[in-house]
């Protein structure tokens, strides 16, 4: 049986020692060079774009979904970027182009615009690329390079992110460094897994014609040939695989065999907070019709705060939540600076997560102790420079800064989300789904029936109160924040500062701080109560600005405060809930035998509501999780390649706690 791929630890990556040969960036650690300055752009557009056939099979491409290149070693994304150049040359106007590229040793941002400046031709692709540049860590990282065209950056060793890899390929581009100088990647698995994720007749190009490359290729199924090589070279490789073989990574967990693939011209979407809006908006970014369903308002639940943070808080130990967040913290970071450059609805002011006590202390010296990540993303920090980040005297001696992270708007956001076209919202309140042979019925309170192809449920606490989710378990957890005009003479923090709760800098004058945590409690009336947790909280996180605001002559009581309650929805394991609705009757039978012996898996594929989807379970922390658990579901629904590795899509998946009841039943 095929294992489960295990994920490789979460930290930074090494840095690949550049030095510069003649202008042309080379590595030191392989003792070979990128490309060549006189032809490097030539020998790419030969070696992978023509020998892939690109420029004819992009003109060609009708298919909703997008056509996907897969690339071992992205390196200065010099054939990323010529691949896109040729895309936008010759792709029909509704066509997509999805890049996915591996690479072990990321080149910081400014080593890639120095190696890309000798391509000026190709200045506007840099551009958008060196924006979205991410950190040297491992991971996928998604970046929306434009409307049509996606770069998945797979962060780390080529043969473990192509194992991770939830997507299939159309045309590989087999790069990096030559087999001699790069054994470790050029190896049997790479081979294997490229064949594992093509689509059928998937094609693949490559410079060079080692003994080793042929045999790999062959015994994984793929048919070469040699053909011309670019300027001194006298051959290179080309190929095709007719039937790739199938994914043996669901022997093991068959139950999250994604169902397969439906049309997808109209969707449906109920409830406008930040799980609905990120999934219309990523369904509509893909050309599809969207009907936003509404019971009530735009960001009318947990959504509707004025202002709230963009914060995560990892475990000690890596595990499949933390990574999860931590993917969704950079992606939501990726995706705002994308949405709204001007900050107008969000900042990246940062977060600090103080540690106030000796026990959370200890947690974040085991988090610093077991990750090694860039200080760009994460660092640990001392009472003094604490001061300096908040702006005012801290009483923590140590806390996690996370820079990237920072504050947001989320109405506005929700608002904003919607106003992009393709999205028609409307007023009604969603009662009972039913299938019909066209897809779906939606059935309103008004009396009223709606029809679509998919339905994607993303109504927070409420989301399991339809027949088909019913077994999708999700708790109520009430919050409040508490609200407060500043006097002129007191200001709020420069960071998000954490403890138990959260207080952001002031915006237009008006502070905020909360938030109150009630388990199965789904009131939204403003409660006393809940401002005096909040302004204890507040004195306990900054004791230096409750005692500011008293010396200015504010009563810190509930009679002075704004506020808004909401109720949060939470999974019994506290991660969100992203994927197809499975049909939990059809599980507990199928997978009956894993309550007597959980080895005993059942060869069975799980079943599922054909088209109909979940976003929910964000608890507090949707807005770190909400925009890429919608990646999740836009791109399954599109038939693409997934924004994270694979076991944490089956981390996400709606169905996971029938799988784990099952097993804990024994
Ligand atoms: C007080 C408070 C403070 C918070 N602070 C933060 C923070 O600082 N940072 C953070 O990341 N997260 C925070 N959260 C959590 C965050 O708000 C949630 O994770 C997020 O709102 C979840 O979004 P959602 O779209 O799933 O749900 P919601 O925003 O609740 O949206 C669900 C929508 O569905 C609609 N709906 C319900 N039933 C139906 C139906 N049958 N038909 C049609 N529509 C329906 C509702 O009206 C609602 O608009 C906070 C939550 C609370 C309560």
Avoid at 481 to 490: H, I, Q
Avoid at 626 to 641: G, K, M, N, T, Y
Wanted: glycine residues 8%; aromatic residues 8%.
């Amino acid at each position: 049986m095929t294992q489960r791929p295990t994920l490789p630890p979460l930290g930074a990556l090494k840095a690949p020692s550049l030095s510069w040969n003649a202008a042309s960036p080379y590595s030191e650690a392989f003792g070979d060079v990128y490309f060549s300055r006189e032809n490097g752009r030539a020998e790419t557009e030969h070696v992978f774009i023509h020998a892939n056939h690109l420029p004819e099979r992009f003109s060609h491409w009708r298919e909703t979904r997008p056509f996907v290149i897969g690339e071992t070693g992205f390196g200065t994304g010099l054939n990323m970027l010529c691949a896109w150049a040729c895309f936008e040359r010759h792709a029909l106007r509704h066509a997509r182009l999805h890049l996915i590229s591996t690479e072990k040793y990321p080149l910081t941002r400014e080593e890639l615009a120095q190696a890309l400046e000798a391509w000026p031709e190709l200045a506007s692709q840099t551009a958008s690329l060196l924006t979205q540049w991410p950190a040297a860590v491992s991971g996928i990282h998604r970046l929306h390079l434009t409307d049509r065209v996606t770069l998945d950056l797979h962060f780390g060793d080529t043969c473990e992110r192509l194992a991770l890899l939830d997507g299939q390929v159309d045309a590989w581009f087999l790069d990096g460094f030559a087999p001699a100088k790069n054994p470790d990647m050029w190896q049997p698995e790479l081979f294997h897994s490229m064949a594992a994720r093509s689509r059928p007749e998937a094609t693949f190009a490559t410079f060079t014609c080692a003994g080793i490359v042929k045999r790999g290729l062959k015994a994984a199924g793929f048919r070469w040939q040699k053909v011309p090589g670019y300027g001194r070279k006298r051959e290179m490789l080309a190929g095709r695989i007719d039937t790739p073989p199938l994914d043996g990574r669901r022997q093991q967990t068959p139950w999250f065999t994604p169902p397969a693939v439906k049309p997808a011209a109209h969707i449906v979407v109920i409830g406008a907070g930040i799980a609905g809006t990120s999934v219309a908006a990523a369904l509509a970014r893909r050309g599809l019709r969207v009907s936003m369903i509404e019971k009530q308002a735009i960001g009318a639940g947990g959504s509707g705060n004025q202002q709230g943070a963009l914060y995560v808080k990892l475990a000690a130990q890596t595990n499949d939540q933390s990574r999860v967040y931590f993917s969704g913290l950079l992606y939501s970071r990726r995706w705002l600076e994308n949405l709204d450059p001007a900050h107008r609805f969000w900042h990246d002011s940062g977060v600090i997560q103080l540690a106030l006590s000796e026990k959370e202390t200890r947690r974040q010296q085991r988090f610093l102790g077991n990750h090694s990540l860039p200080n760009s993303l994460l660092e640990g920090k001392d009472g003094h420079s604490l001061e300096k980040l908040v702006g005012m005297e801290v009483t923590a001696e140590s806390a996690l800064f996370y820079p990237q992270a920072g504050w947001v708007k989320p109405r506005k956001l929700c608002e904003h989300l919607l106003s992009r076209p393709g999205i028609r919202y409307r007023q009604g309140e969603v009662v009972r789904l039913n299938e019909s042979p066209q897809g779906w019925l939606i059935h309103l309170a008004s009396g009223e029936t709606l029809e679509a192809d998919q339905v994607v449920v993303a109504n927070a606490q409420l989301a399991n109160h339809f027949e088909q989710t019913r077994e999708v378990p999700l708790q109520a957890v009430r919050g409040q924040v508490s609200t407060l005009a500043l006097p002129e003479n007191v200001e709020g923090p420069s960071s998000v500062v954490c403890a138990g709760g959260y207080v952001p800098p002031a915006v237009d004058g008006v502070l905020t701080f909360g938030a109150s945590f009630m388990p199965n409690n789904a009131t939204t009336q403003v409660e006393d109560q809940d401002h005096l947790s909040n302004i204890d909280e507040l004195r306990r996180t900054l004791p230096a600005l409750a005692t500011a605001l008293e010396t200015a002559g504010v009563d810190l009581t509930p009679a002075n405060l704004g506020g808004r309650a909401a109720v949060r929805a939470a999974s019994p394991d506290k991660s969100p809930y992203a994927g197809p609705v499975p049909k939990a009757d059809a599980w507990q039978q199928d997978y009956a035998l894993l309550r007597k012996d959980a080895t005993r898996v059942p060869a069975v594929a799980g079943q599922h509501y054909p088209g109909l989807w979940i976003s929910a379970a964000h608890g507090s922390r949707g807005l770190a999780s909400a925009p890429l658990c919608a990646e999740v579901i836009a791109s399954r629904i599109c038939d693409e390649p997934m924004p994270l590795e694979a076991p944490l899509v089956d981390h996400l998946h709606p169905g996971r706690r029938i799988i784990s009841a099952l097993i804990r039943a024994q």
